[in-house]
């Protein structure tokens, strides 16, 4: 199993980014993926969820409103699209199939918001 994400960076506050998970080494389409954060000094925090069926949860109640998950299943991967985005979403972003049985955590994807 091998996730890899992308699109972070350095955003202003109040700005959008679009974040990527491609995976690869199981079957993508079967699997519920998720996408995680963890701030400097924080607990990982899992942020939001899609279904094989594309049913969507958002878990993280400071974001709602604000981040769209979705995914590619012919491209084998899975978008965060986050707005407005605030300092307090400063943090590296993961993504991960779901369940994950013993899966280890990909590189992450810093996203920095500050002006």
């Known amino acids: 199993v091998q996730l890899v994400e992308s699109g972070g960076g350095l955003v202003q506050p109040g700005g959008s980014l679009r974040l990527s998970c491609v995976a690869s080494?199981?079957?993508?389409?079967?699997?519920?993926m998720r996408w995680y954060r963890q701030g400097s000094g924080k607990e990982r925090e899992l942020v939001s969820e899609?279904?094989?069926?594309?049913?969507?949860?958002v878990f993280a109640d400071s974001v709602k409103g604000r981040v769209t998950i979705s995914r590619d299943n012919p491209k084998n991967t899975v978008y965060l699209q986050m707005n407005s985005l605030k300092p307090e979403d400063t943090a590296v972003y993961y993504c991960?199939?779901?369940?994950?049985?013993?899966?280890?955590w990909g590189q992450g994807t810093q996203v920095t918001v500050s002006s």
């Open positions: 991960k199939r779901f369940p994950s049985g013993s899966d280890s």
């Open positions: 080494g199981f079957a993508f389409s079967s699997y519920a």
């Open positions: 899609i279904s094989q069926l594309r049913k969507i949860t």
